[in-house]
C-alpha cells in the first residue's frame, strides 16, 4: 500500500494511494498504519478517496488500527467513495469509525 502524506498542525493526513484494500494487502497496509501510530501521531486521518474497494481483511486492519490508537488519539477516515462508503454502512463500522466527506473536514474537526 502506497501513501502520500502531508501534514496539516499535528494532524498526519495520510492518503491511500492504491484503490483497493484487500486481503493480498491488508497486512501491510495494517502493519504501515501501525508505524504511524508507533511513530508518534495521535490524530490521523486516512484518506480513502482514491480507494474504490475494500473487503473485510481491509476493515480489520482499519479496525486494529482504530484499536492501536486507543484512546490517546484520534484516527479518522475521509473520502469515501459510494462503493466503499456502503461496505462501512453494511457492517456498521460507519457507527465505529468517524468519517467525514473530505480530509479538509476531518482535520478541521480534530484542530
Known sequence: MR??????????????????IAADIAPRF????????????RSIVLDLAG????????LGALVGSLKAMGKEGDFV??????????V???TRMDKV???YETAD???????
Not at 504501515?32 to 508507533?38: G, P, Q, V
Not at 477516515?77 to 456502503?86: D, F, I, R, Y
Not at 473536514?105 to 484542530?111: C, G, K, R, T, Y
Open 3 to 20: 501513501f502520500e502524506e502531508s501534514r496539516v498542525g499535528s494532524v498526519l493526513v495520510a492518503r491511500a494511494l492504491d484503490g483497493r
Open 88 to 90: 462501512f454502512r453494511l
Open 77 to 86: 477516515l475521509s473520502g469515501a467513495k459510494a462503493a466503499v462508503a456502503g
Open 30 to 41: 495494517k502493519a504501515e498504519l501501525a508505524e504511524y501510530i508507533t511513530q508518534g501521531n
Open 51 to 58: 480507494v474504490t474497494f475494500i473487503d473485510s481483511s481491509g
Open 105 to 111: 473536514d476531518a482535520v478541521a474537526a480534530l484542530s
Open 97 to 99: 469509525f468517524r468519517m
